[in-house]
Each structure stands twice: as structure tokens, then as C-alpha cells.
Nanobody
Framework: QVQLVESGGDLVQPGGSLRLSCVASGILGVNAMGWYRQAPGKQRELVATIARGNMPNYADSVKGRFTVSRDNAKNTVYLQMNSLKFEDTAVYFC?????????WGQGTQVTVSS
């Protein structure tokens, strides 16, 4: 059974930090892992991805503030988010790509508010 279990979303003040985690189970041949987000009234957008060879890719809006990493042995991807801004408020979705399919998590809410 395929499962993507996300955790770490929360309410945080501007300038604060959060760390998201996503554990993937039941998936063979994982290639890229990463995170997307969707704010109210907006389309889902890429935040950061990391290929199996640990090559990260970031949206311009998060470069220098967010760090994506993965533990291949645990099929887990992380997103360390620092210097959070109001505009980072969104539902964050874990994304796992194999050579044949793309899987999505259920989403975790990140709210940046004072």
C-alpha cells in the first residue's frame, strides 16, 4: 500500500522556521522527491525538489531560505524553511516521482501570521 505521510505544518510568526517531513512507503524506484504548495485561490507551484543524486532545485521565491534534503534509506524528504514570510502561507504537498508514476501526499498546512 502506497503511503505518503507528511508532518511538520504549523502556525508560525514571520521570520520563524519550520521543518516539514514526508515519509514514503510502498513505492519502488523512487527518483525525485520534493515539495509543492498551493495558496488559496492560486495554482499549485513547485517549492523544491531533489533528485536521487541529491541535486536540489528551488523556486526563486524560496532560494536562500528553504533547504530540501532526503534520506534515501528511509524514503523520506525534508523541507527546512527559515525566514518564513506571509506569502509562504499555503498547503504544502509532498511529491514523489518514479519512472512510471507521480505520487502526492495529502498536504500539510503552513500558516505564517503575526
Amino acid at each position: 500500500q502506497v503511503q505518503l505521510v507528511e508532518s511538520g505544518g504549523d502556525l508560525v510568526q514571520p521570520g520563524g522556521s519550520l521543518r516539514l517531513s514526508c515519509v514514503a512507503s510502498g513505492i519502488l524506484g523512487v527518483n525525485a522527491m520534493g515539495w509543492y504548495r498551493q495558496a488559496p485561490g492560486k495554482q499549485r507551484e513547485l517549492v523544491a525538489t531533489i533528485a536521487r543524486g541529491n541535486m536540489p532545485n528551488y523556486a526563486d521565491s524560496v532560494k536562500g531560505r528553504f533547504t530540501v534534503s532526503r534520506d534515501n534509506a528511509k524514503n523520506t524528504v525534508y523541507l527546512q524553511m527559515n525566514s518564513l514570510k506571509f506569502e509562504d502561507t499555503a498547503v504544502y504537498f509532498c511529491n514523489v516521482v518514479t519512472f512510471t508514476r507521480t505520487y502526492w501526499g495529502q498536504g500539510t498546512q503552513v500558516t505564517v501570521s503575526s
